[in-house]
Structures are given as C-alpha cells and as structure tokens.
C-alpha cells in the first residue's frame, strides 16, 4: 500500500500537499490538463522524485529509506517516452534485470498481444508497439521480483500508457489492467488524457489541476460535466453509457 502524507512539492514544478493512498487490488486515474503536474506527481510516487514537505510510505516506509533493489521488487514506473536504447529483442527486454521464469514471459507477450513479434528488435517496432513492451517489462519485474512474503502485487505506476495505442489496444490493455489489479493484487497508477478510459476503467480518479488535486473519488464523483468545462475549458456534451453509472464524454463540434 502506497500512502502520502501532505507530500509536496515547493519549488517549482510545485504540488501542493497531497494526503491519500492507492491500495492493491485498484486502478487509480490521474487526470488532468497539459501542465497541470501529473507527470510529477507519478515521479513523487516512484520516489524517483523526493517529496520537499510531508512524506510518501510504501509498506509503511519512507520511500527515500527503500533499497534500490528491494523497491524494484515493489514498484515498477512506465516512462511516457522512453527511448528505445540498445538493440534487444522484444523478449529479452521484457526479462531485462528480472530473470523470470520463460513461462511468465510468453504470458505476457500473449496479454500484451506481442506473441508474433517476440523474436523482434525493439528498434523496428512502431510506437504502440514499443509501449506494449515497456508495459509487459514493468508488469514483468513486479511479478517475478515478488517475494514469497509478500501478501499483493506491488505498484505498477504508468505516465499516458494508451498514448501510441489504437482504440483496439486501449480496450485490451484497459482490461488486462484491471486484470492484472485483480488477480495479483496490483496497486495500478495510470496517468490517462482520456477521459473516458478513465471512467470505464478505474476504480478511482484523482484530477490535478494546476499543481494541485482539484477533485478525488469515483469516476462518476469526479467527472462532472461542470468541473471538467472548468477545468479544461472544453465545451463537453455527456453521453449516456451502458452500465449506467460511468459518465461517457463527447466534445461539442
Ligand atoms: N524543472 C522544472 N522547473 C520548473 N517547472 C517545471 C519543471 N519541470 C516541469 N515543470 C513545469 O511543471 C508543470 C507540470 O509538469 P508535468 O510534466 O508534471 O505536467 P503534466 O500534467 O504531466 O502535463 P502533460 O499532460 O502536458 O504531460 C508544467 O507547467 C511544467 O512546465
């Protein structure tokens, strides 16, 4: 369990304090205007960023006291652009740094929809591609790095994870979330421009506006056509949606 305690930032970029939590087993959205903070606040809560007022705790301790090593074991962070470096093939860059059981590594590839290019240099593949494999290796290194002890799946933390996919690939990878959340006990934190993903998928939002969290509960709590209008400043109509609860979005032409 991933917990803040009025965990800022103070100079710039600047977050105001943030008190909350993201337990295993949820998907929680981070939403929120260009600018606004949200990528800085994923880069507090890897702790590849230290909070400068209050604290963040994984397991009940201060994420500036973990290990490198052991976090890895904890958290895994999915960069917005991370550049393809050397020339790996697919399947070796899942396993990377991880030495995990082959039979993990198909798995993966399989939810991931990457069987047929495994045997692929990462240099060739498009952007979606390529982000489909850096989301398999960070799933990867939560789940082959997860001690006998350990009673969840750890934190998986994602800047824009759908960015390069197409409609198709944002449903798979949406539900292989949501999946993977229930089934290991994940704690997920996804960064999402799209609102609608956002709604259909998470378990809870929290939208950030301009260095500080301007709403935070359930998709239908948050995601109100007044606040988002406010927001963003885009003229939204909302449409109805099938399970009833969720709001679904359209922009006014
Ligand atoms: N080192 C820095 N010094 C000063 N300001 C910074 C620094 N890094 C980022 N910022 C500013 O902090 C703000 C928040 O940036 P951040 O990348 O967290 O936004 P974001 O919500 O992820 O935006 P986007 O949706 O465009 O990716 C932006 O206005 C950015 O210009």
Redesign the pocket.
């Known amino acids: 369990m991933l917990t803040l305690h009025g965990a800022a930032l103070t ?4 977050l105001a304090p943030l008190d909350g939590s993201v337990r295993p087993g949820e998907l929680l959205a981070i939403v ?12 507090l809560l890897s702790g590849f960023r230290a909070c400068q007022a209050g604290a963040i705790r994984l397991d009940g301790r201060d994420l500036a006291q973990w290990p490198v090593y052991a976090l890895a074991s904890r958290r895994a962070m999915v960069a ?1 652009q991370e550049p393809p470096g050397f020339d790996w093939r697919v399947e070796e860059l899942i396993a990377l740094g991880s030495d995990p059981d082959p039979a993990l590594v198909t798995q993966l590839l399989d939810q991931m929809d990457l069987l047929d290019l495994s045997d692929r240099s990462i240099l060739t593949l498009s952007g979606g591609e390529r982000q489909r494999v850096l989301i398999a290796r960070g799933v990867c290194q939560l789940l082959s790095r997860r001690s006998h002890a350990a009673t969840d799946g750890g934190l998986l933390l994602l ?2 994870p759908t960015s390069a996919l197409d409609i198709g690939q944002q449903q798979r990878l949406m539900r292989q979330l949501r999946h993977w959340a229930h089934q290991h006990a994940m704690a997920i934190v996804c ?1 999402l ?1 799209d609102l609608n993903l956002a709604s259909l998928y998470a378990d809870r939002v929290w939208l ?1 506006d301009n ?1 500080a969290r301007a709403a935070h509960g359930t998709p239908a709590q948050v995601l109100t056509p007044e606040r988002l209008t406010s927001v963003y400043g885009a003229e939204l109509q909302i449409l109805s949606n099938a399970t009833g609860t969720a709001p679904l979005f359209a922009l006014v032409p």
């Open positions: 100079t710039p970029p600047t929120g205007p260009n600018g606004a903070g949200k990528s800085t606040l994923l880069s917005q800047d824009e960064v421009h950030i260095g």
